[in-house]
């Protein structure tokens, strides 16, 4: 592994959590998306291993790892969240969809979807007793965070989203994505059963129905959309882990 991929993969390592790493380029960051299962490897695995540590009763544990997911995550991902689904509440498309998207102020719609989105995903923490349904969750959440970026089109407009999906654009990348992906699901086989694991896996199968919202709505995806998938895959993951 060369020396500029290590470092482009601690630049993302970075951005989108707040693990010192000693390297933040942005442009490096866009460049190791692909490499996002990884990342979904260590962040899951902190939380899990801080999960099966606490020995409160599951109220307070579900609080602490909540408070642990929003800090280590530095929330940049639940706030694209609340912002998308202003837009989603606001029923706007077009420019009007955009104006509030941009909106710095968070309108009632990504309060109230924002804390329905914390108050579930506390009380899934709040009923796991098992690292990996937690694992599984940022697993899945990660890697839609380079599947979304590597399936919609390039946006025509300057951001740090437009960064993300336009150097997510290559067959090599994917290929790697892909076989480092289904290597982690493997390795996973030796600590519980494949169904546990494929079932974790179908919330990426939001993926499609996002970005063809997104589309109709605002005409692209952008940074807060991808934080948007990214929050929602997680969640969905750990309520089928917790069903099933």
């Known amino acids: 592994m060369s020396k500029k991929i ?14 010192p790493t ?13 490499l996002s299962p990884i990342l979904g490897i260590i962040e899951g695995s902190i939380i899990g291993l801080i999960a099966l540590l606490l020995k409160f009763n599951p109220l307070v544990n579900g609080s602490i790892l909540i408070a642990i997911h929003i800090i280590i995550t530095g929330g940049l991902n639940l706030d694209g969240f609340a912002d998308y689904s202003d837009v989603i509440g606001s029923r706007k498309k077009g420019d009007d969809a955009i104006k509030i ?6 309108g009632s719609f990504a309060i109230a979807f924002t804390a329905t989105l914390i108050i579930i995903r506390f009380s899934l923490f709040s ?9 599984f969750s940022y697993l899945s959440g990660l890697e839609s965070a380079y599947i979304i970026s590597y399936l919609s089109p390039i ?23 892909l076989v480092i992906y289904f290597l982690i699901l493997i390795a996973l086989l030796l600590f519980t ?28 995806v952008n940074g807060d959309v991808i934080g948007f998938t990214i929050e929602l895959v997680e969640v969905v993951s750990l309520l089928i882990s917790v069903i099933i």
């Open 6 to 19: 290590v470092e482009d993969f601690l630049s993302l390592i970075s951005f989108l959590t707040i693990i």
């Open 22 to 34: 000693g390297y933040y380029n942005i442009e490096g960051a866009s460049n190791a998306l692909y």
């Open 101 to 106: 998207l941009k909106d710095p102020r968070k």
């Open 127 to 135: 009923s796991i007793h098992n690292i990996f349904p937690i694992i």
């Open 155 to 177: 946006p025509n407009y300057q951001g740090l989203g437009s960064l993300f999906i336009k150097n997510s654009k290559n067959i090599r990348k994917i290929t790697i994505n």
């Open 193 to 220: 059963k494949i169904k546990f694991i494929l079932l974790s896996q179908l919330s990426l199968l939001l993926i499609p129905i996002i970005i063809n919202d997104a589309k109709k709505r605002i005409g692209f």
